[in-house]
């Protein structure tokens, strides 16, 4: 099968135009047509990685009356002669005058087209806009990561969360993105070992994995963790310590299940939570006047029942006791489990936490 690099077309590979109200207007003929800087090169970049190019473009403007059928394929033509691209396809509706259609992203119609055209590996291609509209295609279409034109804004950021669709990655130009696709495919191959949570201190030797792209942090895969696109049976280790307390019980549950798929035969699921039967007696001792038989103060008692809350997402939304977890881990297919901080230390792994007295969490090493 053959993989592919789905490109939306205006602001992605040709330049938007702009009505003098400011309203975006994609080119209505060809002498409107100006392909982006870098946008040749970066397709050339591509293609030397073995992708197959295909542009995948919403074009209202066909069912608006401005832009007629000849006009659009005479500029989707030249664009693939110009640029190497295997193939545009083109959604020409739109719902208030065409009635609903299965081509107009963010619905997968034109990415399916091409699968059958092109005997591609969905699930193994990239998808690349400027709008999130392109970001929810390629989710809803399972492709391996998805990339957005633009820039990392606060006001960007809010309609993401409200909206909940967050591409892997943002990057300026297209350029960029070859160049992260290249390192992409260098790493995720290569690498068989994985870090939830990574946060703003990835491990060395992992690939990583977290909710939120950070300022300066490179990740490699920004969604949840039941979400990561990977095949089956390729990771030798699963990481993610201080992760797990911050999912909800069914989004635990889906977790442990997507680790067991994708870890080898032997792979390990390495993990921690606070082991709330002792921590419960902490919360007791506190909310009866007795704190001074806590081993922390109580800010830390609240704390590692309900999370530090430092950031959005920083909360604590389960909690385990040891029989619980041990259930939950079984449920999930795991043939064999391991307990205790040596469990990581043996591995050279640290925390604060592993040798410090009362600070009581269940440490598990789920073998698949």
């Known amino acids: 099968m053959n993989r592919a690099i789905f490109l939306d077309r205006d602001g992605v590979i040709t330049q938007l135009s702009y009505e003098p109200d400011g309203v975006v207007m994609p080119p209505s003929n060809l002498s409107q047509v100006k392909i982006l800087p870098k946008a040749k090169e970066a397709i050339q970049e591509m293609r030397e990685l073995g992708f197959k190019i295909i542009g995948v473009t919403n074009q209202p403007g066909v069912a608006f009356g401005y832009l007629k059928e000849d006009s659009l394929r005479e500029i989707n033509s030249f664009l693939k002669k110009e640029l190497n691209i295997d193939e545009i396809y083109s959604c020409i509706h739109h719902p208030k005058y065409t009635g609903d259609c299965e081509c107009r992203k963010p619905k997968i119609g034109l990415l399916k087209q091409a699968e059958k055209d092109f005997n591609l590996d969905i699930a193994k291609s990239y998808i690349v806009g400027d709008n999130l509209s392109d970001i929810e295609t390629g989710k809803n279409a399972g492709v391996l990561k998805t990339f957005r034109i633009g820039k990392i804004r606060e006001d960007m950021l809010e309609i993401q969360y409200e909206k909940n669709i967050f591409p892997d990655f943002t990057f300026p130009d297209l350029l960029e993105v070859s160049k992260k696709i290249k390192s992409l495919e260098e790493r995720i191959y290569k690498i068989q070992k994985l870090e939830l949570g990574s946060g703003a201190k990835p491990s060395l030797g992992y690939l990583h994995q977290d909710v939120t792209q950070l300022q300066g942090v490179d990740l490699d895969f920004v ?14 280790e699963v990481l993610a310590l201080g992760v797990m307390e911050h999912l909800r019980y069914e989004d635990f549950r889906k977790t442990l299940s997507h680790m067991n798929k994708l870890l080898n035969k032997q792979g390990e699921f390495l993990f921690d939570v606070p082991d709330m039967k002792v921590w419960s007696e902490y919360l007791y ?4 006047g007795m704190s001074d038989k806590n081993p922390f103060p109580d800010e830390h008692i609240w704390a590692t029942t309900y999370g530090w809350q430092r950031w959005p997402g920083d909360e604590h939304k389960s909690g385990w006791t040891r029989e619980m977890l041990l259930e939950a881990v079984k449920s999930a297919g795991f043939s064999q489990i391991e307990e205790g901080s040596q469990i990581y230390t043996s591995k050279g792994i640290i925390r604060g936490r592993f040798t410090r007295p009362g600070d009581a969490h269940i440490y598990i090493k789920a073998i698949k």
Do not use: A, G, K, Y
């Not at 969604?223 to 030798?236: D, G, R």
């Not at 001792?285 to 009866?288: I, K, P, R, W």
């Open 285 to 288: 001792n506190l909310t009866h």
């Open 223 to 236: 969604c949840n963790p039941w979400q990561i696109n990977l095949p089956e049976n390729s990771l030798s």
